[in-house]
């Protein structure tokens, strides 16, 4: 069993859709971060909360709309997308403090755009 | 800002056998972390292995280890007795040490294919 459960495990939405995917996290980490991954590109990192505050937007067209409500939960709310932001998002949470700690991810949210 | 590249985006191995997959990165820091992370078709991504800089000492766990070069910039990742569960995408990854939360670079992943 994941640590980091991500739902719904697949999406197909219209581009006047709107949709959230969540992300759940029991590990008792402090940050959280979203990561699009598309076909032989390196993973994108969207965004980062840290202790439920936004630390990190890394450019990300405002049609993504983060929200954390608590350390435990993230939410990444999709509004009129395009067909090219079909990919896989995948939700990953670490330790707040540094050190070689690794970030655990979860299985991901593949979102087809049609 | 650093960058991580994986030359080889497929690779083959025999069953039983050994495979080595290339990482290479760019940064002036001196101090940071690398990663292995294994991506099998259930998507998840799990940490494989892991090595800070600082130790000279190549990181192992189990039949997966690593050959950290520091000067060339170098990070590769052996995987001995190759078993058919090993079939997966690999991404290599950097982590400055900087930074309460991770800042991670990926590369753009090895596609591992392992033969019967």
């Known amino acids: 069993e994941t640590g980091v459960t991500q739902t719904p495990r697949h999406l197909v939405m219209g581009m006047t859709n709107k949709k959230s995917l969540k992300c759940e996290q029991h590990l008792g980490h402090n940050a959280m971060y979203w990561y699009k991954q598309s076909a032989k590109k390196p993973l994108e990192l969207m965004f980062v909360?840290?202790?439920?505050?936004?630390?990190e937007n890394n450019s990300v067209p405002s049609r993504f709309s983060p929200e954390c409500p608590n350390s435990s939960h993230l939410f990444l709310h999709l509004h009129t997308l395009q067909p090219e932001d079909s990919a896989l998002y995948l939700c990953?949470?670490?330790?707040?403090?540094?050190?070689?700690?690794?970030?655990?991810f979860g299985q991901g949210t593949r979102l087809t755009v049609v | 800002a650093q960058t991580v590249t994986q030359s080889q985006p497929e690779m083959s191995v025999q069953e039983a056998e050994t495979v080595t997959l290339s990482c290479t990165y760019d940064t002036s820091e001196s101090d940071y972390y690398l990663f292995w992370y294994k991506q099998p078709p259930s998507r998840q991504m799990i940490l494989v292995i892991r090595q800070e800089a600082y130790k000279q000492q190549n990181a192992t766990e189990n039949r997966f280890s690593v050959n950290f070069q520091k000067a060339a910039k170098s990070f590769s990742l052996k995987i001995s007795d190759s078993q058919l569960g090993d079939a997966a995408m690999y991404f290599c990854a950097y982590r400055s040490v900087s930074g309460g939360y991770q800042k991670v670079t990926f590369g753009t992943g090895t596609k591992l294919q392992v033969i019967p």
């Open positions: 990953a949470s670490s330790p707040e403090t540094g050190g070689g700690t690794e970030a655990f």
């Open positions: 909360y840290s202790l439920e505050e936004r630390v």
